[in-house]
């Protein structure tokens, strides 16, 4: 059975819309790359998942379950933003919110419990020696290696991961990326990876799927990230280079960026405004 499956999806905001009979089908232990274009509908394929959006058409499963709001066996790790050096939480706590969603009414038994499981989730990232620490004071790497410890306090088969390597540096980008990886090596996770540049992730992905102006492709690195299926995706001449072992897109207009910030001039869509459809 799939971890994920999506049949026939479409998703449509208005008279917008974003992508149309998607057909994907996400296997425990893949690591799955979602790229384009600001705008293309990234953000919103996985709040599809979260059961945040509903799809317009066609049907999203997880574990062979239809797709539902705070659904067990999924994790999500958002990008990484900034905290208030003033806001009085520890690392631990942070991670142990992630325990408090999932559970209701624990006695003493159920905090022991807790314990143990936020523990774990530390240990699993390597943030033992910063637990302690209030959350603001910690630098942007450290602040996503709790986010993706929260993630993990619910066991899930699935991981949701939204650009979880925004502004932060390459030694960084590539820690987190590794933690996640190892994630998936070890309890057989399927990873579904919202990024703008690939590279960081390149040697890990086993597919990609590359959504821009409601067209996609669906196939390993090697057959999408070309120059013939970038160019016939945004309608114009792209170029790829691969320049030692990193990928680079260059081409005119909307492709300046292919993993950047390409299409940012199209009208805010929901996942840039974070509004969902009625």
Request: proline share 5%; glycine share 12%.
């Amino acid at each position: 059975m799939p971890a994920v499956e999506l049949r026939d999806a479409s998703l449509a905001f208005g008279e917008r819309t974003l992508w149309q009979h998607l057909d994907l089908s996400v296997q425990r232990g893949e690591f799955v790359a979602i790229l384009g274009p600001n705008g293309s509908g990234k953000t919103s394929l996985l709040k599809v998942l979260l059961g945040q959006n509903h799809l317009t058409s066609g049907t999203a499963t997880i574990g062979g379950e239809p797709v539902r709001h705070g659904q067990a066996g999924v994790g999500y790790v958002p990008q990484q933003r900034s905290i208030d050096d003033g806001l009085p939480l520890r690392g631990r706590d942070l991670v142990g919110l992630g325990w408090d969603g999932h559970v209701w009414g624990m006695g003493i038994r159920g905090m022991r419990e807790r314990k143990r499981i936020v523990e774990d989730a530390l240990d699993q990232v390597g943030a033992q020696s910063f637990a302690g620490a209030p959350v603001g004071s910690l630098s942007g790497g450290e602040q996503q290696r709790l986010r993706i410890a929260q993630a993990l306090v619910g066991d899930p088969t699935v991981l949701l991961c939204d650009e979880p390597l925004l502004s932060l540096d390459l030694a960084n980008q590539r820690l987190v990326s590794e933690l996640i990886d190892r994630r998936r090596r070890e309890h057989d996770t399927a990873v579904l990876f919202v990024t703008h540049e690939i590279n960081p992730i390149l040697p890990l992905v086993d597919r990609v799927v590359y959504i821009v102006d409601g067209r996609f492709r669906i196939g390993t690195p090697a057959t999408v990230m070309t120059t013939e299926v970038l160019s016939e995706l945004y309608g114009t001449e792209v170029e790829v280079l691969k320049v030692r072992g990193r990928l680079i897109v260059v081409g005119t207009g909307d492709s300046i960026d292919a993993l950047g910030s390409a299409g940012a001039h199209h009208p805010p869509t929901p996942e840039q405004t974070g509004t969902t459809p009625a």
